[in-house]
């Protein structure tokens, strides 16, 4: 079985800095995918990024990046330059290769602070 | 906007009623999937649709039931409701390539039932 942790509940952030959400997670696959989702209020979830395990280059889209441990099972959301407009819950996600649901974690709250 | 349509927005109900919520896939998508939002959780997947059969099945409650039909709309079905069925019920659709490594899913807006 997959499980997915977000240790951290609750996190805020300054407009125009920078902040990191973290994720691990456990499997016994070796091929999956991980992804970060955000729900803003309006509840919609939105694909942030994606990342395939097998490439060792870490994703990034546009202010958004992540650091993808595989080792340490371990795979963050750094946001740059945050604007208010990031202000939703984030979920991070695992779905094995050729899968079909996905497993998410309890999500991050993050508010970013004018 | 994902392509994704759900009805209702949102649902009120009593314990112990039986309530009804539909999903159309995005045009060309013939998988649907079933996903619950209870509240401070992440999404549990519920229950998966292709082209009509059922493919995948999750955490679903033998009260909880889905099928999809030939013009490809899903609808899931809630019975004996309990307060703990409060949620948001979203559902999401893909095209599903024969093969393919990962198939994107398209999320809905979801479906907020409280039952009272």
């Known amino acids: 079985a997959q499980t997915v942790t977000q240790s951290q509940p609750e996190m805020s952030v300054q407009e125009a800095e920078t902040v990191t959400l973290s994720c691990t997670y456990d499997?016994?696959?070796?091929?999956?995918?991980l992804f970060w989702y955000k729900q803003p209020p309006s509840r919609q979830m939105i694909l942030v990024i994606r990342?395939?395990?097998?490439?060792?280059q870490n994703a990034t889209e546009n202010r958004f990046s992540v650091n993808f441990q595989k080792a340490a099972k371990s795979f963050s959301l750094k946001i740059s330059d945050s604007q208010l407009g990031d202000t939703a819950m984030y979920f991070c996600?695992?779905?094995?290769?050729?899968?079909?649901?996905?497993?998410f974690g309890t999500g991050t709250s993050l508010t970013v602070i004018p | 906007d994902s392509g994704v349509t759900q009805t209702p927005k949102h649902l009120i109900t009593a314990t112990g009623q039986r309530v009804t919520l539909r999903c159309s896939p995005r045009?060309?998508?013939?998988?649907v999937y079933w996903y619950q939002q209870s509240l401070d959780q992440g999404l549990q997947f519920l229950i998966q649709?292709?082209?009509?059969?059922?493919?995948a099945k999750g955490n679903i409650l033998e009260r909880f039931s889905a099928q999809q039909f030939p013009d490809l709309h899903s609808e899931l079905n809630l019975s004996s409701l309990e307060l703990g069925d409060s949620a948001l019920y979203f559902c999401?659709?893909?095209?599903?390539?024969?093969?393919?490594?990962?198939?994107?899913?398209?999320f809905g807006p979801g479906t907020r039932l409280t039952v009272l």
């Open positions: 996600a695992f779905m094995k290769r050729g899968g079909n649901q996905f497993y």
């Open positions: 649709y292709y082209n009509g059969e059922e493919r």
């Open positions: 499997t016994s696959e070796s091929n999956y995918y």
């Open positions: 999401a659709s893909s095209v599903e390539v024969g093969g393919a490594w990962y198939n994107e899913q398209f």
């Open positions: 045009s060309g998508d013939l998988s």
């Open positions: 990342q395939e395990a097998y490439k060792q």
